[in-house]
């Protein structure tokens, strides 16, 4: 239901498109997020936005670097990563409806 793409090895204060395509007309329909687990750590809420895009979620620590967006008609959403920092070096998934449908997962990692 849910691909995930665009992980990779980035330098410290580099920019990475993390992209997932939802497949099925109800998956489109909601809202589409992105969380990322890191090794040894929970997993936690990046970004999140609602099917017309009008209310977006940042979690506090990516605010200004990261930007969630979703193309409808592709459905698809995006996480623009900017200003990537060793912290943020994680295992990205995607997901609808706050968890109902999980991508497969993308691994980002930021060197120091």
């Known amino acids: 239901q849910l691909q995930a793409s665009g992980g990779g090895l980035v330098q410290t204060g580099g920019s990475l498109r993390l992209s997932c395509a939802a497949s099925?007309?109800?998956?489109?329909?909601?809202?589409l997020g992105w969380f990322r687990q890191a090794p040894g750590k929970e997993r936690e809420r990046v970004a999140a936005?609602?099917?017309?895009?009008?209310?977006?979620y940042y979690l506090d620590s990516v605010k200004g670097r990261f930007t969630i967006s979703r193309d409808n008609v592709k459905n698809t959403v995006y996480l623009q990563m900017n200003s990537l920092k060793p912290e943020d070096t994680a295992v990205y998934y995607c997901?609808?409806?706050?968890?109902?449908?999980w991508g497969q997962g993308t691994l980002v990692t930021v060197s120091s």
């Open positions: 997901a609808a409806g706050g968890g109902i449908y």
């Open positions: 099925g007309r109800t998956v489109g329909t909601y809202v």
């Open positions: 936005i609602t099917r017309s895009g009008d209310i977006t």
